[in-house]
């Protein structure tokens, strides 16, 4: 069964460097999103992507973080700057029609 | 704006005893829901989806829920837990579509106990 996958699995970084989280949606899916869940709280909404542009994005995604489809299979997440409250779990998501399916998530830790 | 509420942040049932999550939303428009899980250390797997046809809904591993719009919910349920069943469990709302960004509720962590 087609899935959504992410690398890396943990991102150890230092405040203020730049980082990139990658991701490979499922092959025939047009819609690709980023959501964040700090630890102990809820998930939350970044950006969506389609047909090559962002679509919608949160009070969250500010000019820090990017988006871009490089090649036509990633889907990567840019971090300009990161700060502390960055340190969060990281997922990408795919859909067809109807249904936003999961990669497993990029845990970034910013010290 | 929409919005979800999951009632319980944590529940523990019984091995084979009936398993309820609670899940109520607030939507302008005919939603879409769903319900995902996340096992420890993992993503977050779609449960099931209701999107506009049936308003009983059966999911993978036995799980079911049933859209009432009358009282804004879409509880979650299962006859008879398994040790195999805990983990967090998400409701969430999308409008128009699934494919606008997800709403989640705050997740709702389910023990089993032996």
Redesign the interface.
């Known amino acids: 069964e087609p899935e959504v996958t992410q690398t890396p699995s943990h991102q150890v970084t230092q405040m203020g460097q730049e980082v990139i989280l990658r991701c490979v949606p499922i092959s025939n899916h047009l819609y690709f999103y980023w959501y964040r869940q700090i630890l102990g709280q809820k998930v939350e909404f970044l950006v969506s992507f389609y047909n090559n542009e962002i679509s919608e994005k949160s009070e969250i995604f500010d000019d820090q973080f990017s988006v871009e489809r490089p090649d036509g299979s990633n889907f990567t997440l840019k971090i300009r700057s990161t700060k502390l409250e960055d340190s969060a779990m990281y997922f990408c998501a795919s859909s067809d029609e109807d249904t936003q399916y999961f990669g497993p998530g990029t845990r970034l830790t910013v010290l | 704006a929409q919005s979800v509420t999951q009632l319980g942040s944590h529940v523990s049932v019984s091995e084979g005893a009936l398993v309820l999550l609670r899940c109520n939303y607030s939507s302008s428009v005919p939603p879409?829901l769903?319900w995902?899980v996340q096992y420890p250390n993992?993503?977050?797997?779609?449960l099931l989806?209701y999107?506009s046809a049936a308003t009983l809904v059966k999911g993978i591993n036995g799980f079911e829920a049933e859209f009432k719009k009358s009282e804004t919910s879409f509880h979650l349920t299962k006859p008879s837990a398994h040790m195999s069943d805990a983990a967090e469990y998400?409701c969430?709302v999308s409008l128009y579509?699934?494919?606008?960004?997800?709403?989640?509720?705050?997740?709702t962590r389910l023990s089993v106990i032996a």
């Open positions: 879409y769903f995902y993992q993503g977050l797997q779609l989806k999107t998400f969430a579509s699934g494919n606008t960004p997800l709403v989640f509720g705050k997740g």
